[in-house]
């Protein structure tokens, strides 16, 4: 019954079309969708820091047997939004447990949207394989870790939302000297030019770390070192991150257009990655060691290989996934909560909201779609006991690495 559902999902969500740009030598098949020369591009249909406040409290008065638990865990460093999480189950409990973090980057919101649509599905609907969810996974989610940078403004080539928190460092405000340099990803941002934090890079594996007079030597100069927790944005997600102890992790990210692999010009539209920190790499403090761990690496693997294997059912307009390059970025959430021992999983889904992005309104909803049906299946796995069937190896063996990144042909 399950896999009829599913297929019928994905039939229906066929009905998109790709729009094909003309183009001589086209650097991907399909060949778009892409914005068009003089394309204006609106935003306003992606939710803003408002709406998702509106949203949120809606659904929390509408949802079932008090299934859902909202609480704000932080405020934005600037325009003091408030930020939100959901929670679907307790964090003491032998299920297990899964924490889904969306738009640390503001021009990157479509797994807000994606988030927001299951959240109501798991807080109102009795559809059984929810319930089955309800009853095995504990969930919570971040749905948009950076308001301030979720904020629309005007630009000479239309609307945008920018990558960063919006902050003004100030040494004083940890009581350290008034000279003392800021973290080497404090600057301004590349679309609006208002300085602030890349809060993606704001992390350390020591959850208990507070930027300080004892704690200046640690303010990193280099992406290979890992953050301060210099943003209450940052802070809010580790917050949550502590008192849950997830099993996973998941986060939600946008890249700009790429093919599957140098074999494959498929265009694509989702990259996955299960490790973001290499096997040596080892982060000390306060007499504790902090590494990445085999069981929770495999996990990983399993989980991302459940997503890849999900989105190649059926006719899926969605099959053209591939790996996210290697990297190693203890500094990031993903990296620093792996340290922790929670299993990874990064979305990097197609196209960015800003005026030298990729995608258009159409697009929009298939990506939006394509990380919903990932997540979904995610929960489902886990409540199955259908993730922890699947070889780790496949990971490594199955799943396309290289995707060349390509430009717009207009």
Known sequence: MRKTAFSALLTFLLLFSFSISAFAEPQSKPNGPWIQPNQEVKLESLMSPEQLEEKLHQINERARDGRMDLEVVGHSATYEYPIYAVKFGEADTDNPKVFIQTQIH???????????????QLAMSNNKDIVEILDNVTVWFIPMLNPDGAVIFDTPNGQSKQRQNIQTWDPAEYGLDEGTSA?????????SGEMGFDVNRDFHPHLDLELSPET????????????????????????????LQPDLFIDHHHRYSNVVSEEDDSLNTLQVIAQVVNDDTMVSYDGVDYQLEEDSLNLSKQVN??????????????????????????????????????????????????????????????YTK??????????????????????????DEEIPYGSPSIGRPN
């Open 106 to 120: 503001g021009d990157e919101q479509l797994g807000t949207e994606a988030s927001i649509d299951l959240i109501q």
């Open 216 to 243: 200046a030597d640690l303010i990193p100069s280099v992406s290979s070192q890992p953050g301060v927790f210099a943003t209450p944005e940052a802070r809010a997600s580790r917050d949550v991150f502590a008192e």
């Open 305 to 366: 290989s459940l997503v890849y294997q999900s989105l190649q059912k059926g006719n899926s307009p969605f099959s053209a996934v591939s790996r996210y390059p290697e990297v190693n970025l203890p500094g990031t959430a993903l990296g620093s909560y792996s340290m922790n021992g929670a299993a990874i999983m990064l979305y990097e889904t197609r196209g960015q909201q800003h005026p030298y992005g990729h995608t258009g309104q159409k697009a929009n909803g298939q």
């Open 183 to 191: 973290p080497w990803y404090y600057r301004p941002d590349s679309v």
């Open 370 to 395: 394509q990380s919903y049906i990932g997540l979904y299946e995610t929960l489902r796995g886990f409540a199955t006991g259908e993730v922890y069937e699947i070889d780790p190896e496949f990971y």
